[in-house]
C-alpha cells in the first residue's frame, strides 16, 4: 500500500469511491462527503485542507482529510487552533483488514492521518473530529489509540437529511 497526497488525478478516482454498507447512515455520510464534496474540490484543486490517499495497484483503498480549525475554550475564553479531520474511511472491500505487520487498516490510516496532521507548522499539537455516536468501530479505534470523547452528544446537520448525533474526540500530543 501507497500513501499520496491527495491530488487532481485523485479526485477524479474518488467520484467513485464506495465505503458505506447499505443502510449505515454515517457510512453514507462520509461517502457522500467524499463523493460530492471532497471529490470535486480536489479535481477543481480548490481542497483548503490536506488530504492522504491510501493506495492499493492504483486504486484508492482509503482516504483521510484535515484541516486547520480554532477552537475557543470553554472554561477560559482562550482558544487553539488544532487539526480537525474532516473525512476519514476505507473502501468497503477493505474494511477490517490486517496490514502485513498485523495492524489493522482504520489503525494505520488513523496514525497517518495523525502524523501528517501534527507535521502542518501553525497548528497546536492536537488532533480533533466528530465521529457518529453510533460508529461504535470508529470510536473504538481512537479509544485505542488514546483520543477522548465528549461527554455530551452534538445533534450536526446531514448531508443526507435530517440532524445526526455526533460525539467530539480530541488528544493532545
Sequence with gaps: MRIERGNRSHGVALRTFACA??????EEEVQTFIRDVLAPQLTAGTYQGMTLVF??????????????????SMSDG??????????????????????PDGTSLSTTILNATVRDCLRVTG????????????NRRMRAVLSRLGFQEDLVLELRPSLLGGLKPYLWVDQRF
Design 55 to 72: 493506495v492499493e495497484d492504483d486504486t484508492p483503498i482509503g482516504v483521510s482529510a484535515h484541516y486547520s480549525r480554532l477552537y475557543a
Design 78 to 99: 482562550d482558544g487553539i487552533t488544532a487539526s480537525y479531520i474532516e473525512a476519514m474511511a476505507i473502501a468497503t472491500g477493505h474494511q477490517g483488514s490486517i496490514q
Design 21 to 26: 454498507r447499505e443502510g449505515v447512515w454515517y
Design 123 to 134: 497548528r497546536e499539537r492536537a488532533v480533533v473530529g466528530l465521529v457518529a455516536e453510533e
